[in-house]
C-alpha cells in the first residue's frame, strides 16, 4: 500500500508559496522557506512506506530546525518555541500512531502540520 499523497500535495503548496515569498520578501527566511518546500516535496514524494532515514529525511529536518531558527531570530523565541513545539508534539502523536500502522491518519496529521505553516506563514511575514 502507498502512502496517501495529502503531504505531498501540500508540500508543493509550501514550496510554492515559499517561492512566491522570496520574489516579493527576498531574505534569509524566505529562502529557507524555498529549501525547506524542496526537501519537503523530495521527502514526501516517496510513497511506498512512510519513514525512510537517508540524507532527503535529515536535509528535511535540517531544514526544518534552520527554519525555526529564522523564526526566532526574526520573531523573537515565543513564535520559535511554539513552532518547536508543536514540531515535537507532531512527531510524537505520529510515532505513537506509527505502532497501528494507520498511514492514512499518519498522513492527514502530517498535511494538517503543513496546512498550519501554509497559513500562518503570510501572517509572519507581514511582520518582516
Known amino acids: 500500500m502507498k502512502v496517501p499523497i495529502y503531504c505531498f ?4 503548496i509550501f514550496l510554492i508559496q515559499g517561492i512566491i515569498l522570496y520574489l516579493y520578501i527576498p ?16 521527502h514526501h514524494s516517496r510513497r511506498e512506506k512512510w519513514y525512510y532515514y537517508d540524507k532527503i529525511k535529515v536535509l528535511d529536518h535540517v531544514a526544518m530546525y534552520a527554519y525555526i531558527y529564522l523564526l526566532s531570530k526574526y520573531f523573537g523565541y515565543d513564535i520559535a518555541l511554539f513552532a518547536l513545539f508543536t514540531v515535537i ?3 510524537f502523536v505520529l510515532y ?3 505502532t497501528t500502522k494507520n498511514y492514512r491518519l499518519m498522513s492527514i496529521i502530517n498535511c494538517g502540520l503543513h496546512v498550519y505553516l501554509i ?6 511575514y507581514q511582520l518582516i
Open 9 to 12: 500535495i501540500t508540500a508543493w
Open 27 to 42: 531574505s534569509t527566511l524566505t529562502l529557507v522557506h524555498v529549501i525547506l518546500g524542496v526537501t519537503s516535496v523530495l
Open 89 to 91: 508534539l507532531g512527531n
Open 96 to 98: 505513537l500512531i506509527n
Open 119 to 124: 497559513v500562518i506563514t503570510p501572517k509572519l
